[in-house]
T-cell receptor, first 112, second 109 residues
Framework: DAGVTQSPTHLIKTRGQQVTLRCSPKSGHDTVSWYQQALGQGPQFIFQYYEEEERQRGNFPDRFSGHQFPNYSSELNVNALLLGDSALYLC???????????FGPGTRLTVL | QKEVEQDPGPLSVPEGAIVSLNCTYSNSAFQYFMWYRQYSRKGPELLMYTYSSGNKEDGRFTAQVDKSSKYISLFIRDSQPSDSATYLCAMAHNDKFYFGSGTKLNVKP
């Protein structure tokens, strides 16, 4: 049973560019949440998707957007990248909104 | 005030020691309490999950929740060098999860 998978593993972008990160949830899970984790910090909630709709959102600007597909996989898009967007981006899936979340390995984004 | 407070450490102990990791929180509405372990440059791995006050044991790990004091703990018995990692507490309410900043643990052989 595959766990949560994310791609790519690493990404280097320059300021102003746009990036798309991808996540496939654990088998049987229908809810996907995205987090940003800066070095030495805990994960910060970006948003959560369920039934292809954004259900919850944290305190992140509109530059951060997402999508969920019918197969429950999800994308995180970040526009107009800033240096401060450099972080580990984590995807977590669960079988329900309040169910335990299982994390993927993350995508490390570096903005130069 | 942050929703969840966690001492960042680092905490250094000898192999075989009992480790105590703690978090405090301010929102009494939190319903679910979790501990995650995160190795360097990896995603967090779920260790323990509970939703009630009291103790929950799983092998060498014991999670303790005291809702009246808004305090949770994770105890690791017979700690091993492989336990060296960052430990994150997390709490959930209204379908949203809130994480502590993590405590870095180093278990010396």
């Amino acid at each position: 049973d595959a766990g949560v998978t994310q791609s790519p593993t690493h990404l280097i972008k320059t300021r102003g560019q746009q990036v798309t990160l991808r996540c496939s949830p654990k088998s049987g899970h229908d809810t996907v949440s995205w987090y940003q984790q800066a070095l030495g910090q805990g994960p910060q909630f970006i948003f959560q998707y369920y039934e292809e709709e954004e259900r919850q959102r944290g305190n992140f600007p509109d530059r951060f957007s997402g999508h969920q597909f019918p197969n429950y996989s999800s994308e995180l898009n970040v526009n107009a990248l800033l240096l401060g967007d450099s972080a580990l981006y984590l995807c977590a899936s669960s079988g329900g909104a309040a169910d335990t979340q299982y994390f993927g390995p993350g995508t490390r984004l570096t903005v130069l | 005030q942050k929703e969840v407070e966690q001492d960042p450490g680092p905490l250094s102990v000898p192999e075989g020691a009992i480790v105590s990791l703690n978090c405090t929180y301010s929102n009494s509405a939190f319903q679910y309490f979790m501990w995650y372990r995160q190795y360097s440059r990896k995603g967090p791995e779920l260790l323990m999950y509970t939703y009630s006050s009291g103790n929950k044991e799983d092998g060498r790990f014991t999670a303790q929740v005291d809702k009246s004091s808004k305090y949770i703990s994770l105890f690791i018995r017979d700690s091993q060098p492989s336990d060296s990692a960052t430990y994150l507490c997390a709490m959930a309410h209204n379908d949203k999860f809130y994480f502590g900043s993590g405590t870095k643990l180093n278990v010396k052989p």
